[in-house]
């Protein structure tokens, strides 16, 4: 039981790339989200899911998109990396009431 | 419009001392829940205390208890006894709906100094 596993830690894009950050839980957890977290400020929900294959739009949802196979797997994508996407990204699952999150990516796009 | 509100970007309390953080939700779901996390300079979330809107008493967690005041919709954070690894962000946060899942937001969070 690992818990919520984000992959990588740390990455530095240029303008204009794409990549895709990864996401898994080993929990059977339905209910997964993506926060992003700037410096100094609290998360926003980019997207979440309810289960396999529906995904839902949070409160930043421009310039990312999502897809959930399966249960285990939470990819988020960006398409087009732009210096605004510069932030921590958490992903998260629910566990009973509360959150699990995983240890976060650091992304620097520049 | 779900909204969670924490209007004290700072706060400083001496070490052994009680502090209360502030959080205040906007919500027109009946069915809710009201968390708080910490997030220390390593940069983790750390879960600490559970509010559901239906719970008839206050949460508690060790040192920490959840000030819910239904009516004024505010959900403060009471830390016992200060300590100084309780330096850190705490932040708010909210989740409508049921049980398990649903949107959850945060506020912008507290940043706690605790001085020796």
């Known amino acids: 039981n690992a818990g919520v596993t984000q992959t990588p830690k740390f990455r530095i894009l240029k303008i204009g790339q794409s990549m895709t950050l990864q996401c898994a839980q080993d929990m059977n957890h339905n209910y997964m989200y993506w926060y992003r977290q700037d410096p100094g400020m609290g998360l926003k929900l980019i997207y979440y899911?309810?289960?396999?294959?529906?995904?839902d739009k949070g409160e930043v949802p421009n310039g990312y998109n999502v897809s959930r196979s399966t249960t285990e797997d939470f990819p988020l994508r960006l398409e087009l990396a732009a210096p605004s996407q510069t932030s921590v990204y958490f992903c998260?699952?629910?566990?009973?009431?509360?959150?699990?999150f995983g240890s976060g990516t650091q992304l620097s796009v520049l | 419009a779900q909204k969670i509100t924490q209007t004290q970007p700072g706060m400083f309390v001496q070490e052994k001392e009680a502090v209360t953080l502030d959080c205040t939700y906007d919500t027109s779901d009946p069915s809710y829940g009201l968390f708080w996390y910490k997030q220390p300079s390593s940069g983790e979330m750390i879960f600490l205390i559970y509010?559901?809107?239906?719970?008839?008493q206050n949460a508690t967690e060790g040192r920490y208890s959840l000030n819910f005041q239904k009516a004024r919709k505010s959900a403060n954070l009471v830390i016992s006894a200060s300590q100084l690894g309780d330096s850190a962000m705490y932040f708010c946060?909210?989740?409508?709906?049921?049980?398990?899942?649903?949107?959850?937001?945060f506020g912008a969070g507290t940043r706690l100094f605790v001085k020796a």
């Open positions: 509010q559901g809107s239906y719970d008839q």
């Open positions: 946060a909210m989740r409508e709906g049921g049980t398990g899942g649903f949107k959850t937001i």
């Open positions: 998260a699952s629910t566990s009973g009431e509360k959150l699990l």
């Open positions: 899911s309810v289960g396999a294959g529906i995904t």
